[in-house]
């Protein structure tokens, strides 16, 4: 598995060769510069870690981060990924990886982090029904009966209750590549990725 | 938020006539069949214009043996070949869904007439009254 870690834009429209419109989600994605290859002589298995987003202050980034990417030779980073690709080799330190090793068709998938959507109920959290508003009800948004009586004599496990919604990590699998535009580093994918604007993604490819 | 903008603008189609709701338009739309591509014609009254840049659609009405037909048009898509303005309608609202309510007569929009012919037509009224 191979990837790059990218900035989502937002999503937009474009038409394809047919003429039909199709949903896409930009993101920017890289270049992400090799900082360290490990590999299994040394380190007991092969990888390949890429970083993305240069830091704006050095001062803002630890002093062993930084003697991370000082060795490396590359500008220090934001984030960095350990990619096992399915073959490690063509890799070089401070080199970057781009955009390139994606092309038109190809399946990918995404991961990001998604909103955060603070404490919610089960309405909106597990799309349960509610009662009705009006007409003397006193059942309005509350979660009501979550099991049965001295058998089981628990909750069942999975039984969708009131809590944290989103600002969690998810991955949407098998997004297909629109198009890609190699100059500015975007990846157009059709369909949605997790997260905000500008939030950072993942985009892999369990093939390469 | 400037890429987005940039690739939003790309995809707008360089010449596209100025209409709104109400006018009466023709669009040429490319139709597969097969393998065969031809140009099929619709025409009617523009009823709406929803969205904006490039996700910009238009709906237009027209009767078709007596059978209301509405469809909806992406303003930039590349399947679109032409749109002929064919008369501007005066209208008061932007949308004109009340058109679905009505037929015959009272569903017809009364041409705009182009401004100079209004200019001139006013000043000769007011002399009247005075």
């Known amino acids: 598995m191979l990837g790059l870690l990218g900035k989502k834009l937002g999503m937009t429209q474009v038409f394809n060769e047919a003429g039909e419109p199709l949903s896409v989600t930009v993101v920017q994605a890289g270049p992400c510069p090799v900082v360290r290859q490990k590999t299994k002589a040394k380190d007991?298995?092969?990888?390949?870690?890429?970083?993305?987003?240069?830091?704006?202050?050095?001062?803002?980034?630890?002093?062993?981060?930084?003697?991370?990417?000082?060795?490396?030779?590359?500008k220090p980073l934001k984030f960095m990924k350990e990619f096992k690709p399915a073959k490690n080799e063509g890799f070089e330190v401070g080199k970057d990886v781009t955009v390139s090793i994606f092309k038109k068709g190809?399946?990918?998938?995404?991961?990001?982090?998604?909103?955060?959507?603070?404490?919610?109920?089960?309405?909106?959290?597990c799309g349960k029904a509610g009662g009705p508003a009006a007409h003397g009800s006193k059942f309005h948004r509350t979660t009501g009966s979550v099991g049965m009586r001295t058998w089981p004599g628990r909750v069942l496990a999975g039984t969708g209750m009131a809590g944290q919604m989103g600002n969690v990590n998810r991955t949407i699998k098998n997004l297909k590549v629109v198009d890609i535009d190699s100059e500015k580093n975007l990846l157009f994918l059709r369909g949605a990725v997790p997260g905000s604007k500008n939030s950072v993604v993942v985009v892999s490819s369990r093939a390469l | 938020m400037n890429i987005m903008n940039e690739i939003n603008r790309r995809q707008l189609k360089k010449s596209v006539p100025g209409f709104r709701a109400g006018?009466?338009?023709c669009v040429f739309s490319k139709v597969k069949e097969g393998e065969k591509e031809r140009v099929q014609a619709f025409e009617g009254v523009v009823v709406a214009r929803k969205g904006s840049s490039n996700t910009e659609t238009f709906t237009v009405r027209k009767v078709s043996y007596g059978v209301g037909v509405e469809r909806i048009f992406l303003l930039n898509s590349p399947m679109i070949e032409k749109i002929e303005v064919k008369q501007q309608g005066e209208v008061r609202r932007a949308k004109l869904y009340y058109l679905r309510g009505l037929s015959g007569r009272a569903a017809r929009?009364?041409?705009?007439?182009?401004?100079?012919?209004?200019?001139?037509?006013?000043p000769e009224q007011s002399k009247e009254v005075h």
């Open chain 1, 44 to 74: 007991g298995y092969d990888a390949v870690c890429l970083g993305f987003d240069p830091v704006t202050k050095e001062k803002r980034i630890s002093k062993p981060e930084a003697g991370v990417y000082k060795k490396a030779g590359v």
């Open chain 2, 109 to 122: 929009i009364e041409e705009k007439l182009a401004e100079t012919e209004i200019e001139t037509a006013a």
């Open chain 2, 23 to 25: 006018d009466t338009v």
């Open chain 1, 106 to 125: 190809d399946i990918v998938d995404v991961k990001g982090v998604t909103k955060g959507r603070g404490f919610q109920g089960v309405i909106k959290r």
